[in-house]
């Protein structure tokens, strides 16, 4: 394949600390050829019409709405708590 821009597979290799055969590298370098044919030809589409999207399909939100609703008793809660101080559930400290 004749290109212009081309990228080479072995400084890439190099710079991501990998170690390639020239095999290896000769048939990723075809791989990747290929794909950059591909975003050669997208990049030949005429896109002036169609408006950036942050998604491909619309997004919903899929939340229930938020309203207030029973919850436990806070003396069952705090039953079932391993320790507690003025009402209040007390977890181990963790300090980095």
């Known amino acids: 394949m004749a290109n212009t821009e081309s990228i080479d597979v072995k400084y890439v290799a190099h710079l991501a600390r990998m ?10 370098q075809e791989q990747l050829d290929h794909v950059l044919e591909h975003v050669r ?26 309203e207030v609703r029973p919850s436990l008793p806070h003396d069952q809660v705090m039953q079932n708590a391993p320790a507690s101080r ?7 400290r963790i300090l980095e």
């Open 19 to 28: 170690q390639v055969t020239d095999a290896e590298a000769h048939r990723f």
């Open 86 to 92: 003025n009402g209040l559930i007390l977890v181990p």
């Open 41 to 66: 030809a997208l990049s030949a589409l005429n896109v002036d019409d169609v408006e950036p999207t942050a998604h491909a399909v619309p997004v919903h939100n899929v939340y229930r709405e938020d």
